[in-house]
């Protein structure tokens, strides 16, 4: 599976941003990880085959992941924008159960996508 990410950009803080991510085939769970500089990769959103969703509580109500199974598509609405946001957002999937499982763990996705930049300015 190929992952296609797009996106990013600089926006002004409390602006809105949205984030996607294609894949070249059928996934079970799909998911937004982001790093900051001199920081390590985050879990920041996931999202399972049958739709359910997750959030680190940094972002929950005011990020909301989605996705099309159809166009094997995944979004991230990014609302209410804060410098902190600062990152280069990447987007994993993969199809085993374990990473279902697992899915706030970087290490447990096979697929990634190469990361776009999210530059919020205070």
């Known amino acids: 599976v190929q992952l296609q990410a797009s996106g990013g950009g600089l926006v002004q803080s409390g602006d809105s941003l949205t984030l996607s991510c294609a894949a070249s085939?059928?996934?079970?769970?799909m998911a937004w990880f982001r790093q900051a500089p001199g920081k390590e990769r985050e879990f920041v959103s996931a999202?399972?085959?049958?739709?359910?969703?997750y959030y680190v509580p940094s972002v929950k109500g005011r990020f909301a992941i989605s996705r099309d199974s159809a166009k094997n598509t995944m979004y991230l609405q990014m609302n209410s924008l804060k410098p902190e946001d600062t990152a280069v957002y990447y987007c994993?999937?993969?199809?085993?159960?374990?990473?279902?499982?697992?899915?706030?763990?970087?290490?447990?996705?096979?697929?990634w996508g190469q990361g776009t930049l999210v530059t919020v300015s205070s």
């Open positions: 999202i399972k085959r049958d739709g359910r969703a």
């Open positions: 994993a999937a993969d199809l085993r159960s374990d990473t279902s499982a697992n899915y706030y763990v970087p290490g447990a996705y096979t697929y």
């Open positions: 085939g059928r996934t079970l769970v």
